[in-house]
Structure formats: structure tokens, C-alpha cells
């Protein structure tokens, strides 16, 4: 008995030391965690930081028919709400990262305790709570074992307050949205756009699984490099599911056995839809953000990080189709122009000398990237001109997809200048709504937008602002004869320095004309005899009016569209006939939002009265004789004549349209207005350079260039009942007593002859 009294008291001694041992050790766990709670390792998140994470949120832009078209980002993050994703993709998650997700509070003990025994060899220990915590607040783990300690720490810390703070739905939404799934796709929104062009909601259970296989290293299982080790972990991913009772056996081999088919469309800045609209509300929001601070006095909003949303008036379905358009009928205009092309020695170019070529290509070289760089790496002009001739490998742009080849810079200029190129606006005329904006054929090659940035030379779609002048100051109508014959201004009349002799495009004189055929016809004789008879002055003031700011000369030869005009300030203006007189200031945003859904900004119309509703209808009744039997009437054709078969589609239009073509001297610019009663849409076509373009006049007139690309457009929108695009008359006013139906030519199609169009006088060289 002594002798167990004895042992007794030897272990004593032990036991203590056992136990003030682990109750030291014990309380330095809890000294280091609360130190580590308390910001000794470092700071920790506050609530405010809990409740609003400092993540980088992408400005979303969205379409009037909720599309999103374009971000503008550092990071590619779209949040969802946890309603926006599928049951299946959330079963996914919970089955592969972290199985007693509803149990648990945070820190998962069973699992960790299991990782702690077999030192890691059986997983990680992590639950989701921990890893949005890593996610959002100190991103990858340390390499050095003390710092991951203290990270590892933080995470259980960070887990355990938002799990206080969050319900288990809302850490799973935060968490897919935290999560970089790489290729610029950052959150499940973002991903599930990117990798399958689609909504998360619409994900099936196969392509979730794939997005919860990446979980465990998106570098690792990258879809676009590695699909089949992608297709091996996401059929890990329906294991879990099957064995977590969230998928039958059969279902899993049935989701196992399908292939991965990615629609991957990487979003960027430079390509996707609508890229030249982008860009201009780009520019747009640069100005707004520094206009409209931010309320609580913490500077400008940041359109890359703060989650804006605008809301803007482009139609994604119009925007489509307006690009649809462009790119069917230049794609095939671009093999006609390059075939004629061939035998040309200065080709693109055609009417200049050699020395007016290399000061366009000079001049071309220096407003080049490649000239920028080196320049600002101190390089002298010499160098950097000898360095447009070695040989560069280097990517460039076809029609039929983008190309690898080997050229000196100098030579891809000149490859360049050899694209046609298009300018494009439709416009809801009652409100203002910009429907489809198409600024050039490529942004990423070709980043100068031709609707809002690039005025160009706008030939006879000139002209229905000085016949709207003529009818309403001289009180004519439509039916109104005029003499087509040889017409000379003098000199000094309207301070003009020589004398002026217009003529018409095909050198021949109709005689008596009423001036819906003369409009329709585009002859310049009768708008040079209509401009000597309301001066060129009172022609600039109603186009000031109606919404032109572009610098217009005060002269006789405006009459024949001597001037320079963008095609937004084209489309709106031709809007107010539509709008009966009423100008509507073109609007491209409908509203801004923040993150949390307050409205930041909501545009005000902006409108004024022109006209009389009397004088718009009349105007809009002479443009129908355009398209009825004038220069725009192979919109009727059933079948397209020889100069238009490069577009190889039938218009067959037969509603209602009033239009007007337009081509510059020299078949450097060709346009087509066109307008239904609740859709303004106006196309230019040409070459960056004037000195490059058609020599022919049937190939480079206007509606060759541009009128097939508004006939294509609209048979597409008029395919999609959902547009809802009008085919009825325009209205007309009540009371109306201008005569405008009058006698109207047998309609005739001549292909060969050149019935368009403005053919300056030899003193202007335009």
C-alpha cells in the first residue's frame, strides 16, 4: 500500500507540469488569437469593411432591352445576388469545397482537427467562410510558415464575424463573386459570361460542376488551355455531388459523359458589341465623374472599381443588326474596291501625285503608336522613319478574321488605308433614344469612330435642309415647278469671288420640274436656282436649328453639300422632320446607378421647336420621292442591279420611307439617310483618306456605298417583330393643306447611268 502511495506521489509532480503545460499553451492560443483579433499581426477588417468589402467592381453597361453590352473594369466583377444562381451549382459547391457547410459557424473543428492529425495529408481544412475571408481581405497564402500562421489565424477571425454578419446564402454569393476565374473573368457573372456566354441561371449542372472544379486552382484548370484535366476535375465535382445525395448515379454518368463546349468570348474593351459606343461613353463618363462628386465629399466616382451601372437607350438587337449589316455589305464592297485596285500604281490612292502620297503616309507615320513610343524613348525622327521599313511580324485585320503575316510598318499603313470604312446611327426621333451606334468596321484595328467623332462631306443629304428653307419661306410645296436648265450665279452675288456654274451629275437638263422630282433626282440646278432665291445664310440658320454645331461657310455651294457633318449630327437632324418639326437633342444614357441601386443621374430631354409641323410633313413627303422612284429607289427592288450585287440581298421595302443619298466629288463620301416613322437611321461610307476611293460613280455613290447597309438593317429589324419598327405612313397634320401628292415619273432603273448626284463646280475642290 506504501508502495502505491508512493508511485502516487512520483507521478504528482508530472501531472502538474502536464497540466500547467497545456493550460499555458492553451492560453496562448488564446492570447495569440486575441492579439491577433486585436491588430497586433497586422490590421484587421472593420465592421463597416465587413459589411461593404473593398472588392473592384466593373461599371456595367446595359441596353434598353437589359443586355449587358460592355464593362469598364480593372477587374472583370459583375456581383450576383444568391437568387441569380442555380440550386445545382450551389449543391456543387457545398459538396466539393466544404461538406458541413450548414453545420458549421465558420471554422469547421471535425475538419480541422482530421487535417491537424494526418499533418495535411488528408485536405485542407479551409470551409468557404474561410476562404471568402482569404479572398476578400489578404488574397493568396503566405509561403513563410510564421506569417501563414497569423494569416491562417485572421481567416478563422474574419470567418467567424462573417458568419455573424451574413447569412450562409450571402457567403456563398459573396464568395462566387470573389473568386478569378482568370481569362478576365472575374466572379461567377463574370465567368459564366466569358466562358459560355450566358447568365449564371442559366448554367446546367454540367458547366457549374466544370466552374467548382476550377475552385481548386484556376490556373491549374483553366478551360481554354487544359480542357481535358478541366473535364477530369469536373467529373471529381459530380462524384461529390453524387455522393453528397444531390445527384442520382445515373445523372452523374450521364453529366460525366458529356464534353465540355465552351462559347469563350473573353470581354475587353477593344472587342465584343457596340465597341465605338463604349468608347464614347467612355469619354462621356470621364467628364461626368469629375462634374457630379460623390456625395459624402470622398472624391469622384471611379467608373473601373465603384459598380456603376448605366443604363443607356442603345437597343441590343439593333446594335446587332446594325453591325450585321456593316460588316455583310463592306466585306463584299471591300473585294470590288480592291479588285479595281489592281492596275492602280498609287493604289489606294487615285488623282494624286507621288509627293502628295508620301506626305499622306508621312503624316500617318507620325500620328502612328510606333512613332509615340519611340519618340518618347528619345529616338530621332531619321531613326524611327527607318524603322517603318524592317520587317515586322505582325497581326492584322481581313474580313475574314485576323491574320499573322510579316510586313514593314510602313507597308500595313498602306494596307490599311486600303479599308473601307462606315459610320452608322439609328435614332428614335420622338425621344432622342440612340438605337445602334457603329463607329468604324474594327475597333480593335481601327479606333476612330465615325458617328461622333469623324465630320465628313455629307453631298446632297444636304440638300432637304435647303428645300425645308425654300418651303418655308417662300411657301412652296413639293409640287411646285421649277426650270431644270443651265444656271450661273455671278460673281459678288453673296460675296462669291468667281462666277458660279453648278451642273448636274449626268450633264443633261430636264427642263420643267416639280421639286419632289428634283429632290429625288438630286439636281443640283435647281438647289443652286433655290439657294440664289433664300441666300445662303438663312440655309445655315436652319441647320444651326436643327441640331448641326459643325462649322458650316456661308456659301452658294452648300446648296450641293460642301460641307462637313457627323453622322449623329445628320441623323438628328433629319429626326425633326420625322418628330414633326420638334428637334430631340440625341440621348445615349437613360439613367446611372450605383452599386447599391441609388440613381445617380437621369438626363433631361432636350428639345426645341424647328418648324411647323406643316413644313416637316412636306419635307418628309419630297424624301419619299427619293426612295419611290430617285436615287434611293433600289430599296423597292426585288433584285439588286449590277453596281449593287456586291451586297447579293433583295431590299423589296414597299412601306412608307422618306431618304435621301448623298455623294461627295470625287466618290470620296457616300451616305443614305433613310427614316420610317419611329426610326431615323443614317449610314456613311468611305476610305480614311479622301484621295482613296471609287473612280467610278456607280460603285462610289451613295447608294451603292451606304444604302445597302440601311436596306440590310432594316429587313433585319423587320424580321424581329419584337422591334416593333413602324412600316405604317408618317402622320399627317391635321388641317394640312399643302399640296404634296402630285404627279410623280414612271419609276425607271438604270443601273449604268450615274442618276446621283452632286457633282461640285470645277472652282470648289471638295
Not at 158 to 179: D, G, M, P, S, W
Not at 567 to 594: H, L
Request: hydrophobic content about 35%; overall charge neutral; proline content about 5%.
Amino acid at each position: 500500500m506504501a508502495q502505491i502511495n508512493n508511485k502516487k506521489e512520483d507521478l504528482s509532480p508530472y501531472v502538474k507540469k502536464f497540466w500547467k503545460l497545456f493550460f499555458y499553451c492553451f492560453g496562448g492560443v488564446i492570447l495569440f488569437f486575441l492579439f491577433a483579433s486585436w491588430g497586433l499581426f497586422g490590421s484587421m477588417p472593420s465592421f463597416d469593411e465587413l459589411e461593404n468589402p473593398n472588392s473592384n467592381v466593373a461599371t456595367e453597361i446595359i441596353s434598353s432591352d437589359g443586355v449587358t453590352i460592355g464593362k469598364f473594369y480593372l477587374e472583370n466583377r459583375t456581383p450576383v445576388k444568391f437568387a441569380e444562381l442555380p440550386d445545382h451549382l450551389v449543391k456543387a459547391l457545398v459538396a466539393t469545397e466544404d461538406e458541413r457547410f450548414y453545420e458549421h459557424s465558420g471554422i469547421d473543428t471535425k475538419g480541422t482537427l482530421r487535417a491537424a492529425l494526418s499533418l495535411g495529408s488528408s485536405g485542407g481544412a479551409s470551409t468557404l467562410t474561410q476562404q471568402l475571408a482569404k479572398n476578400l481581405f489578404h488574397g493568396e497564402g503566405s509561403k513563410f510558415l510564421p506569417f501563414r500562421i497569423i494569416q491562417k489565424a485572421k481567416e478563422w477571425i474574419i470567418a467567424t464575424k462573417l458568419e455573424r454578419q451574413y447569412t450562409k446564402q450571402e457567403i456563398i454569393a459573396h464568395y462566387l463573386n470573389t473568386v478569378d476565374f482568370v481569362n478576365t473573368a472575374v466572379g461567377i457573372r463574370s465567368a459564366s459570361k466569358v466562358y459560355f456566354g450566358k447568365e449564371p441561371k442559366d448554367l446546367t449542372v454540367d458547366e457549374a460542376a466544370m466552374f467548382v472544379g476550377m475552385l481548386k486552382n484556376p490556373s491549374l484548370f483553366n478551360p481554354v488551355r487544359r480542357l481535358q484535366k478541366v473535364t477530369d476535375r469536373r467529373n471529381v465535382v459530380l462524384h461529390q455531388m453524387e455522393k453528397n445525395k444531390f445527384l442520382t448515379k445515373e445523372k452523374k454518368e450521364f453529366y460525366q459523359s458529356k464534353p465540355i463546349v465552351l462559347k469563350f468570348t473573353p470581354e475587353s474593351h477593344i472587342e465584343g458589341s457596340a465597341t465605338y459606343f463604349r468608347e464614347y461613353l467612355r469619354d462621356f463618363m470621364k467628364k461626368w465623374v469629375k462634374d457630379n462628386p460623390k456625395k459624402d465629399g470622398d472624391g469622384e466616382y471611379d467608373i473601373y472599381r465603384d459598380g456603376l451601372k448605366i443604363y443607356t437607350t442603345i437597343d441590343s438587337r439593333m446594335q446587332q443588326y446594325a453591325e450585321e449589316a456593316a460588316s455583310e455589305h463592306l466585306a463584299n464592297l471591300q473585294q470590288e474596291f480592291n479588285k479595281r485596285q489592281k492596275d492602280n500604281p498609287n493604289a489606294p490612292f487615285t488623282g494624286i501625285t507621288p509627293d502628295e502620297t508620301k506626305k499622306i503616309m508621312e503624316r500617318s507615320m507620325k500620328n502612328s503608336e510606333r512613332w509615340r513610343i519611340m519618340s518618347e524613348k528619345g529616338f530621332d525622327e531619321n531613326k524611327i522613319m527607318k524603322s517603318f521599313d524592317v520587317p515586322t511580324k505582325m497581326q492584322v485585320f481581313t474580313w475574314k478574321g485576323e491574320k499573322d503575316t510579316l510586313l514593314t510598318p510602313r507597308d500595313s499603313i498602306l494596307y490599311y488605308k486600303h479599308f473601307l470604312q462606315t459610320g452608322m446611327m439609328a435614332m428614335e426621333p420622338q425621344t432622342g433614344h440612340v438605337k445602334a451606334w457603329v463607329g468604324g468596321i474594327n475597333y480593335k484595328h481601327f479606333q476612330y469612330d465615325h458617328v461622333g467623332q469623324g465630320a465628313r462631306q455629307v453631298g446632297s443629304t444636304f440638300k432637304p435642309f435647303l428645300y425645308a428653307t425654300a418651303i418655308e419661306q417662300l411657301k412652296m410645296s413639293p409640287c411646285d415647278s421649277i426650270l431644270d436648265s443651265p444656271f450661273t450665279m455671278p460673281k459678288g452675288r453673296y460675296n462669291i469671288d468667281a462666277d458660279w456654274t453648278p451642273k448636274n451629275s449626268t450633264g443633261n437638263y430636264r427642263g420643267m420640274v416639280n421639286l419632289k422630282s428634283a429632290l429625288a433626282n438630286s439636281i443640283n440646278t435647281v438647289s443652286a436656282k433655290l439657294i440664289d432665291k433664300v441666300g445662303p445664310e438663312a440655309v445655315v440658320d436652319m441647320t444651326k436649328k436643327l441640331g448641326v454645331s459643325s462649322e458650316i461657310p456661308v456659301q452658294p455651294s452648300i446648296a450641293l453639300g460642301a460641307v462637313d457633318i457627323t453622322v449623329e449630327e445628320m441623323v438628328a437632324a433629319f429626326s425633326t422632320f420625322a418628330n414633326q418639326g420638334v428637334y430631340m437633342k440625341p440621348q445615349v444614357i437613360a439613367k446611372i446607378v450605383d452599386k447599391n441601386g441609388v440613381v445617380l443621374y437621369e438626363p433631361v430631354p432636350e428639345s426645341r421647336d424647328v418648324m411647323s409641323k406643316d413644313v416637316a410633313y412636306t419635307v418628309i413627303k419630297l424624301m419619299e420621292g427619293v426612295t419611290e422612284y430617285g436615287t434611293g429607289s433600289r430599296l423597292r427592288w426585288g433584285s439588286a442591279p449590277e453596281s449593287a450585287r456586291v451586297t447579293g440581298v433583295p431590299y423589296n421595302l414597299r412601306n412608307p420611307i422618306a431618304g435621301k443619298t448623298g455623294t461627295s466629288q470625287n466618290n470620296s463620301d457616300g451616305w443614305f439617310i433613310g427614316m420610317v416613322p419611329n426610326l431615323a437611321v443614317g449610314v456613311w461610307v468611305g476610305n480614311e483618306d479622301r484621295s482613296a476611293h471609287f473612280e467610278q460613280t456607280n460603285m462610289g455613290q451613295g447608294a451603292t456605298m451606304a444604302l445597302p447597309i440601311w436596306g440590310i438593317f432594316m429587313k433585319k429589324c423587320y424580321e424581329d417583330s419584337s422591334l416593333d419598327v413602324s412600316q405604317k405612313p408618317f402622320e399627317k397634320p391635321e388641317n394640312f393643306a399643302i399640296k404634296v401628292d402630285c404627279y410623280t415619273p414612271r419609276k425607271v432603273v438604270v443601273d449604268s447611268l450615274a442618276t446621283e448626284e452632286d457633282t461640285q463646280t470645277e472652282e470648289f475642290d471638295f
